[in-house]
């Protein structure tokens, strides 16, 4: 019997890697806040890989701590091993990757959000969305209880009508062997409903692998940290192991293959091409003779090893059959199988770049139900989810992150823009400001945002106006510095460049490839926080490119401010052509700007409409 | 309207003509008036003609007319400005060069309509026709006329950008992947594609100049101080051709160009002697115009008086010259104060001996004027500037790109690659990022 349970300014809907920055969000600006999650016990999961960060990844992480969110620190707390990942490929792309011991990570996160001021944590399974006209009122619970709210977050993941599958075998499921959320019917709520699948690899016992035929793979001697405000002294780092597949696991996939769900068709659901199963692999790349495996421990205080490369939907007699083909794994003991998961998510287009849906107002949704993959992407919508719900029940100004802002303002206009047809990754590749959005600066791009809303602390706030002051100051100063030949060319021969003859500015001496901020300190420098150092010779080193790319920005950016109406049917727009006016009417673009990049929209028919709309307002 | 910040500038008039009009619209119109158009009143009234002169650094340009217009009653409803100057490419460069230096920029085709129609200036009931037009200019409508029009210039482009898109894939693979076994060295795998993308953009950017050629003729320019028979060295090459000299109409203000046909291609002369000139700025207003014309000169023939010698404003108009120059000795019946071995040593570029007079070493020197044969070739040939400019623009990114491997980090080589993609993607209508994804996926195979 349904029963009236309370009233919330917030009440957020899974506590996922979005739940839990969403509810901080909300809560941290002072909404009275709930977070319902399936399982207590569920909190922060990381259902797959044993590991925050990665390329583009890490970006995400530190826009989500720069804005003054949770995972960054969490991370930092948990972590097995750190490491930056492409210093040889230049500073843009350079990326924080880190292993977590998976438990302690959630019991840190979990510890958070139950000492948060306004936030209420409670096990339900949500049933029922509330809405009156058009807005959201409230939830009910599969037990019947009744919460009111103004707002509501939606962090499903991939508990919505979860379906795990293992070879023949498939059963109705969350993830790791949780409840799904099977009463919540979005589809009933008039939104338009997607299936995707994604998939994780087996468990192994610790004990039972020959470490002796693998290749130790470490963290970075000097760690470096996801958040702005982490500080203190390195711990032990554990390593991860490489091992290859045979030729003779190949030969176990390909004998099984008819045993796929995959490719028998009993999957319905899209699965994501940058995190293919190992059978995809064999069979899309039959000339590869290797694949890599890498072992990594899923936490210190566990034997349990997760075998990153080999995600499965096999049978589990073929999984354990071609695990053991693989060197080091040859008398492996499963703990847990590998498995295939489907659920539902939604399609992203009908979202604004508030994450609010456009037809249901104060319902937001973030993480995986938006169609993308991967703990970080679900970070990241969540703290905008959580900062818009808020932000709608103040009645202030919502927080959008253009493309040229963050990764996260790419992800978000991407999924809102173009859809997805996959579980949408965060690359480097789709930001094309990438070299304005580096991981060293993401505090200098974002904090100001975060503390607008309120969620950055004055002593957060404090310590990015001090790292902005000192790579302000450096770089004037070593714009006028100016070093003579003797002083330098001592240094430039030990590097084997060219010796100079006249005098330059110490800032140019930073242009000239392999000189580090390191290199001429003892030379024209001051004693710097390392990742002052780092910023400066970046900022020096990209300059051209820096301003390349901020003339760009510039160039679209009233386009970006120019605002389109909502629900609005552009077959009305005389001048427009017909598959465009379509386009946009499906797409509902919320800018000029958002219209630009809907793809069979000309930059014709952005200047109708740009004439359309300036003419209605006069 | 607002986002149509950058002042653009074109031609209105086709060349060739005795004047041209070149317009400039935008919110800086104004200014890159005042900065290179000097007459008589401090500021021009809206609409009202000023005889004057554009100027730039100091030097001058051109004697012309101007006129400006106030936002928004003018053509584009934006600030405008005009300009009247002195026709055909030689009269025109100049101009065109001091407005791009003063931060103007080259209009795509269309775009003063389209600034017209985006300022409400024109009727919205006229839209139906303006779409059309615009449609044209832009990337996608442009996709289908391109293929039409231009034969393979399309299949050219993207055959480039389909070497830019690997080359992408395997750097974007490296860097997305740091940890997988990428089978590639992507320096040793990228590199060739960009090259050949490189040679590819260079060779139909410089298929301009015959394109240009078969269009305006290759162009060759008498250069030299006054006084030591230019016009009769015109006159002489064309003496007795007249029968197959075609005068380009509407010239008579100048009248300095004319035409002669070699092997296929028109041949057309230009006496920078007949152009009109300032009181007291003779010498100057001959280096300067030296300079313009041997810029978009095909040839130069720089002419000195054998019996004064070489003066020291011989050597002067010489410096301003580059090319391909022929050193032609006139007056040649008079007593010489310089051999022709000396000549060639002095300038160290071939030299012949005339008469303009008496048409003594005629055969000689037409015989070394010699156009490129560009009669029946089937490559594509580029003719539109427009074209050239994003190939230009292209082939500048794909050089700091290969530059950016030694000296810049992969960062920056992936940034350059991508912007040298979009470049082109303006003539193809193409855009990147879901295409190098694709490949990525495609070619390697990666993720966990």
Redesign the interface.
Known sequence: MAYNSGKYDVVVVGAGHAGCEAALASARMGQKTLLLTINLDGIALMAC?PSIGG??KGHLVREVDALGGQMGFCADAAYMQIKM??T??????QSLRSQQDKKLYQQNMKWTLENTENLHISTAEVARIATKNGCVTGIETSLGAMYGAKAVVLCTGVFLHGRVIIGEHSVSSGPSGLFPADKLSLAELGLKVQRFKTGTPARVDRRTIDFTKMIPQYGDAEPQYFSFMTKGAPREQYPCWLTYTKEKTHEIIRKNIHRSPLFSGSIEGRG?????SIED?VV??PD?ER??V?IEPEGIWTNEMYV??M?SSLPEDVQKEMYRSVPGLENVVFMRTAYAIEYDCIDPLQLKCTLELKDIQGLFCAGQLNGTSGYEEAAAQGIVAGINAAQYIKGEQSLVLRRSDAYAGVLIDDLVTKGTAEPYRM????A?Y??LLRQDNADLRLTEMGRRVGLVSDARYDAYMKKREAVEHEKKRLALCTVSAEQVNAMLEQKGLPPIKEPVKAASLLM??GIRYGDIKPICGIELQKEVAFCVETEI??AG?IQK?QRQVE??A??EK?RLPDHFDYQRV??LRLEAAAKLSAVGPET?GQAMRI?GV???DI??L???F??RR? | ???E?ETIYAPATPGGGAISVIRISGRDAHRVMNEVFFCHVKKMAHAKLYHGQIRYRDKLIDDVMAVIFDAPRSYTGEDMAEIHCHGGRVGMSGVLAALSQCGARIAEPGEFT?RA??S?KMD?SA??A??EL??AT????ANAALRQLSGGLYEKITAIQSALTDA?AII?A????????IEADIRRDAMPLITFAKAETEKIADTFKSGRMLRDGYSVVIIGRPNVGKSSLFNMLLSKERAIVTHIPGTTRDAVDDIIIKHGVPVRLVDTAGMRRGADEVEKIGIARAKDAVKNADMVLFVIDRSAGVTGADKEIFGALGGSVIVVLNKSDLPPKVSLREAEEIFGKKAVEVCAISGMGREALLKMIDPPDIGDSEDVVITNERHLNILKAADESLDMAIGAF???????V??DL?DAWDRLGEIT?L?V?EE??DQ??DKF????
């Open positions: 890989n390329t583009s990942l492409n040889s490929k230049g500073a843009a792309v994501p091409r940058y995190c293919p692999k899309k790349f590869k694949h890599q890498f990153q490369g995600s690359m480097t590749s789709r094309e990438r070299l000239r490839q080193r990209y490119y790319q160039k679209y009233s386009l120019k005389k001048g000029l793809s000309s930059p014709a200047s109708v740009s004439v359309y300036s003419g006069n | 309207m607002e986002h910040k389209k129609y985006l409400g919205l839209a139906g303006v779409m615009i449609e832009s990337s996608a409508g992408l974007s490296g860097i997305e992947y740091p940890e997988d076994d030694d000296t810049a980090d992969l960062d920056c992936d940034v991508k209508g855009t990022t190098i994804i990525i996926f195979c990666l993720g966990k």
